[in-house]
């Protein structure tokens, strides 16, 4: 069965993420199909001169201040999420190349359109079990500063808008072990996002 019949969202793989191209907002809102956060190159080529053209556009692709886009997703028993601005691409999980002596979150690197890329094995670094990858895995692409960072996660689910006033602070329980990489806890209904602050992530490279 592949994933999109078991209900997981699988977007078209190497695509960037689309700016300025939204749904309607309808106070927090989750975006089960993302389909539309994804355009290809080409798609961006032809569109950045009418973009730039368009007296509208700057206005047009605000986000409101109160509102924030996470993209969400499974790693073990717990959906995560990281700001969907924070992420240039999702990906298939690539062959990696296994660097040595590495430590044991990072997996290795992949070349991406030439652009050596670490992967790091979020589970390790959330202090989980590790698993095997799967047909579910993904990675996602940090852009990080200019230098994408990519982390390995079980699966992707879907696009997510909190208002601000929605997002609490970590509860202490989280602030041991792997609290460092949390930056609080997002809430829809009864359903409970873990959201990451990826800058931390993407730090852990400096612990060697």
Not at 104 to 111: D, E, H, N, Q, Y
């Amino acid at each position: 069965m592949s994933d999109s019949e078991n209900g997981d969202f699988d977007p078209q793989e190497g695509l960037a993420l689309r700016r300025g191209v939204l749904p309607p907002l309808l106070g927090v809102q989750d975006i089960t199909d993302i389909s539309e956060f994804f355009v290809s190159k080409e798609e961006q080529k032809q569109s950045l001169a009418s973009y730039l053209s368009d007296p509208a556009f700057s206005s047009a692709a605000v986000m409101p201040d109160n509102i924030v886009e996470f993209l969400s997703f499974w790693v073990g028993d717990e959906e995560y999420a990281v700001d969907i601005l924070e992420i240039g691409e999702i990906i298939k999980v690539p062959e990696i190349t296994e660097v040595p002596r590495a430590p044991k979150w990072l997996l290795g690197v992949i070349s991406l359109r030439g652009t050596v890329v670490p992967i790091l094995d979020l589970r390790i670094v959330l202090k989980l079990d590790p698993q095997e990858i799967s047909r579910s895995s993904r990675v996602l692409v940090l852009r990080a500063d200019g230098e994408p960072v990519g982390i390995l996660v079980d699966r992707v689910t879907s696009v997510v808008r909190l208002e601000r006033s929605d997002i609490e602070a970590k509860p202490q329980a989280m602030k041991l072990e792997a609290g460092d990489v949390i930056r609080g806890v997002g809430r829809i209904g009864e359903r409970i996002l873990i959201i990451l602050d990826s800058d931390s992530v993407v730090s852990v490279l400096e612990r060697t």
